[in-house]
């Protein structure tokens, strides 16, 4: 069930049928000099829909911006502020939960970290303020870091714009892929802040993205969906009073 595209009936039968619902979160961030700035969003949203296809849930349209911490320099990248990030997933959960929904399945196409950690601790206080939600935060490269992708993915480290996303739009959208871009890994010196963020990560590739292929992304994502459909039984069987 595609939030943007049921009626109000459409969404009081579902609620007969679950309580779960996917809030995919996204970016408008570089994606190399090959990808669209959009990659992340069209991903996890794809993914999102993909999930409900093997699995009764609703699906709320995408968020389509985050908080883009070390590509924030790069040509085209919109940032947000992580308490932006949080605000907006504590108020939309908070509306979903006043119309019924119990289990909120946070999940980002973006894996930065600060953008990350905005969304746990946006999932924390709604732990704390809403009695019965359950909260799953991930991101995308969680699902990619579990077993069924050992022998699928073959670069090592792959993070972004690289043989993963390329092959994923590829897939999705073969029209918006111009191109490649060259393998690339960024520099940044540890833990060490640095304000010139480009001159560590000048393409904004990271990983290699000539491993890329349309086949393997249409693998990603279906293993993605099987793996978050996974995560979002054990959410659902933690929940004795609301699911259904
Ligand atoms: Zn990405």
Known sequence: ???????????????????????????????????????????????????????????????????????CQHPGTVTLQGLTVRSLAMEICTALYSHGLRNFVLISGHAGGTHMASLVDAGEKV???????????????????????????????????????????????PKDVKGTSHEEYPSFPGKILVRDKRRYWPNGVWGDPSKASPEKGKAIIEREAVALVEMIKQLESLDEVESI
């Open 1 to 71: 069930m595609i939030l943007e595209n049921i009626t109000m009936p459409d969404f009081q039968k579902g609620l007969t049928k679950t309580r779960t619902i996917i809030v995919p979160f996204g970016s408008v961030e570089e994606h190399g000099s090959h990808l669209p700035l959009g990659t992340d969003t069209i991903h996890v949203y794809e993914l999102a829909k993909e999930a409900a296809g093997l699995h009764p849930v609703f699906v709320a349209p995408p968020v389509w911006y985050g908080l883009c911490r070390s590509t």
């Open 127 to 173: 732990l704390d303020s809403l009695p019965r939600s359950q909260v799953a935060v991930l991101s995308v490269l969680d699902l990619t870091a579990l077993p069924p992708f050992s022998g699928l993915i073959e670069c090592k480290g792959d993070s972004h714009a690289g043989e993963v996303e390329t092959s994923l739009m590829l897939h999705l959208r």
